[in-house]
């Protein structure tokens, strides 16, 4: 297999576990309605049903950076993918709200375990001029497994009382094949060197970039290593503190500027909006589409635009996108699909920016040596901040009204622009060593 065809491999075969985590996230937007309707819910027990898989997020994500530093990127994939089959199965077959619960933080567990893991491992196996556009594949895999949930809704909405329970299933499947292929793919070499095992790490280095690629690789890992310690505390130290504050700060607002709202709720709105619910999850689907097809276009311009002023522009778009659609839902203009345009809108500017920029950042700006953890943090704090959104919107707009909700994930995204435009430094085409670097120098600065 030539180079670049081996890393295109292995990239998407991690990119599988994105593709469960959005397609388990993205599942119950269409089964929310007829679980609440099974259970009885309330306002904040609908919001539970939906959250709670975000409580198992944290949980996945928090441990997730340092067991795979311990044990390994592909073996925690492995991991993953067996608990994607036991939420799939399990949550199709609850007979309380207990039991659905449960199994949804196992989905959870699943969840936040690959939302660490994939990104991390495409990041540390991608050559430096391909990382930005192979990282992105990632979310491209993300939405994706969104749309491919949303799809599944709307041809099953009509499958009688208990739609909801084969809608979940539907995503035990690709999780044996997730399990499988990993089970094909070598260890990251930046972990392998880790580890003490250079000529495993050479031999997969070999494949990606070629004999004097991965001699040049394999002493700038080793460089690095050297002048770390390997520790929780690195991550405290003046220059990667920066770090650590950009990946956490990105991380939440990536969340607090409303995305899971709408791929959590958009039927809710759309229902409010005036809108049956059959057509409500259609337009959903419309949602996933639009999603994948900007994200494409986040691939082809993140390693050529770079990773700072597409934020910026995202942080824009999606703050002026809210501030219509909120004034769609306050002045009730719901006749000629402004309401759908105005989600559309939204989705574009966070899928070609926010969506699968923030992944790459966070992939690519901590030290080799505890880049696990770092990145773990980053992403339980992205996964608190997607808990305290999913559980609060319903109860928002049940109280204040949609239009409230959308004004203020408007100003989350100001802040978010200010934030990126003082702070954020520029990591395109730069080596994840030569990243490292900079923040060493900040510390003797």
Known sequence: MKSKSFVIYLTVVAALGGLLFGFDTAIIAGAVRFLKDQFALGAFGEGLAVSIVLVG??????????????????????????????????????????????????????????????????????????????????????????????????????????????????????????????????????????????????????????????????????????????????LFKPGFRTALIIGVFLAVFQQITGINAVIYYSPRFFESAGLARSSAIFQSAVIGLVNVVFTLVAIALVDRLGRKPLLLAGSAGMGVSFILLGAAFKFQLFGGGLVLLFTLLYIAFFAMTLGPIVWVVIAEIFPTRVRGRGMAIATASLWVADFVVSLTFPVIADSLRESFAFWLYAAMCAVNFVFIAAFLPETKGKSLEEIERRWLGNMKA
């Open 57 to 234: 997020c944290m949980f996945g994500a928090a441990i997730a950076g340092a067991v795979s530093d311990r044990i390994g990127r592909r073996r925690f994939l492995l991991v993953s993918a067996a608990l994607f089959f036991v939420s799939g199965l399990g949550c199709a077959l609850p007979q309380n709200l207990g039991q659905f619960l449960v199994f949804r933080f196992i989905g959870g567990l699943a969840i936040g375990s690959a939302s660490i893991v994939s990104p991390l491992y495409i990041s540390e196996i991608s050559p430096a001029r391909m990382r930005g556009a192979l990282v992105s594949v990632n979310q491209l895999a993300i939405v994706t497994g969104i749309l491919l949930a949303y799809f599944v809704n709307w041809v099953l909405v009509g499958a009688g009382p208990h739609n909801w329970r084969w809608m979940f299933a539907a995503g035990a499947l690709p999780a044996v094949v997730f399990f499988v292929l990993v089970l094909r793919v070598p260890e990251s070499p930046r972990w392998l060197v880790k580890q003490g095992r250079e000529g495993e790490a050479r031999d997969v280095l070999v494949r990606i970039g070629g004999d004097a690629s991965a001699a040049a690789e394999i002493r700038a890992i080793r460089e690095t290593l050297a002048l770390e310690q390997g520790t929780l505390r690195e």
